[in-house]
């Protein structure tokens, strides 16, 4: 499988430069994503906690709503 | 497609046309620095990847403070520092357009700040999202990257157009 192309068009010479990826661009990009991915996993715990909590103080869901909305 | 020698249209002046197709990153350099603002259009652009993010001057540190809005899209977009979700739709079945400005982009020392307004491109989809971003201690940008940000995915199609505002 070939790795993604990276473009890099200049704008004072008009110059497009179309190349693969290399190895340390790739495994820097992904690194990237799990870390976003982590952050997105972080918020989610977040909020099933916070939806825990209301739930333990007898909130309907539609209270639930309400209040994260 | 550089384009020289045209005259502007009103104040604005295009000044480049950039392909997405094919590429996964792609990266605008050397902006000309003469423009008080620049205006960026994305058009048709397809792919994969259904979340589109933007970088300036190639920065993943975490300069990228943002307000958010959306319907129809996830909300990580929001908390994420190191990028700027550019198009957070379902491009991959419905095209994304989005409209930005970037004020000051040329200044040296001020904050720099990016409007962005996206939103499918058919009646069949419906996602929108509008994004305020400051980037701070960037300097002048000098250059834009778009990336399909989950995927690595290439592009499957896409128009990126800078003008220049006087």
Same mark, same amino acid.
């Given at each position: 499988m070939t790795?993604?192309?990276?473009?890099?068009?200049?704008?004072?010479?008009?110059? /497009?430069?179309?190349?693969?990826?290399?190895?340390?661009?790739?495994?820097?990009w992904e690194a990237e994503k799990a870390a976003q991915a982590q952050k997105a996993a972080e918020e989610a715990a977040r909020l099933s906690a916070k939806l825990a909590i209301y739930a333990k103080l007898g909130l309907t869901e539609e209270e639930i709503n309400t209040l994260i909305s | 497609m550089a384009l020289t020698q045209i005259p502007s249209i009103g104040s604005m002046t295009l000044l480049s046309v950039t392909s997405l197709t094919g590429a996964a990153s792609v990266t605008i350099s050397n902006i000309d620095q003469s423009y008080n603002? !620049? =205006? !960026?259009?994305?058009?048709? !652009?397809?792919? /994969?990847?259904n979340n589109i993010g933007m970088r300036v001057n190639g920065s993943t540190s975490s300069i990228y403070k943002k307000l958010l809005l959306g319907i129809d899209?996830?909300?990580?977009?929001?908390?994420?520092?190191?990028? /700027?979700?550019?198009? =957070?739709? =379902?491009v991959s079945t419905d095209p994304g357009i989005f409209r930005m400005t970037c004020k000051g982009y040329a200044e040296t020392a001020s904050i720099k700040n990016i409007i962005n307004n996206a939103s499918s491109k058919t009646n069949?989809?419906?996602?929108?999202?509008?994004? =305020?971003?400051?980037? !701070?201690?960037?300097?002048?940008?000098?250059?834009v990257t778009f990336f399909t940000a989950d995927t690595s995915a290439n592009f499957t199609a896409g128009t990126i157009k800078i003008y220049g505002v006087k």
């Open positions: 790795n993604p192309m990276i473009r890099i068009h200049n704008m004072e010479t008009d110059e /497009v430069i179309d190349r693969e990826a290399t190895a340390e661009e790739l495994a820097e | 603002e !620049i =205006q !960026i259009w994305g058009d048709n !652009i397809s792919s /994969v990847d899209n996830t909300s990580t977009g929001a908390l994420e520092t190191s990028l /700027v979700r550019v198009l =957070q739709l =379902q069949t989809g419906t996602g929108a999202m509008y994004n =305020q971003n400051n980037f !701070i201690n960037v300097g002048a940008i000098t250059s």
